[in-house]
């Protein structure tokens, strides 16, 4: 069965750090892996995307510089080093994963085969 489930999420001060992982499992084939966000009375955005066909990755302007996507092939795991929070940051994140072999289309892109469940982030003083 396909599954991502989203874990490492939490409350944290202003300048503070978080890492969020998305274990997949059950994928037959490769799958880039996508990192979304939604904040309460705001808009879906993309925040990064790394593809399993070259392993690229993109970048939601909004998160350049502090933000770091990465991928543990043996573990099926995708990373997300969070540095430098602010509290603009809070939302609700979710990883999402399909065939698409580019990692900018995948973020840009807002149709998904699978979804995980989402973790909180909270960047409070």
């Known amino acids: 069965q396909v599954q991502l489930v989203e874990s490492g999420g939490g409350l944290v001060q202003p300048g503070g750090s978080l890492r969020l992982s998305c274990a997949a499992s059950?994928?037959?084939?490769?799958?880039?892996i996508g990192w979304f966000r939604q904040a309460p009375g705001k808009v879906r955005e993309e925040v990064s995307c790394?593809?399993?066909?070259?392993?690229?990755?993109y970048y939601a302007d909004s998160v350049k510089g502090r933000f770091t996507i990465s991928r543990d092939n043996a573990k099926n795991t995708v990373y997300l080093q969070m540095n430098s929070l602010r509290p603009e940051d809070t939302a609700v994140y979710y990883c999402?994963?399909?065939?698409?072999?580019?990692?900018?289309?995948?973020?840009?892109?807002?149709?998904?085969?699978?979804w995980g469940q989402g973790t909180q982030v909270t960047v409070s003083s």
């Open positions: 999402a994963a399909d065939r698409t072999r580019a990692a900018q289309a995948m973020c840009l892109t807002w149709t998904h085969d699978y």
């Open positions: 059950g994928f037959p084939s490769n799958y880039s």
């Open positions: 790394i593809s399993y066909a070259d392993g690229s990755t």
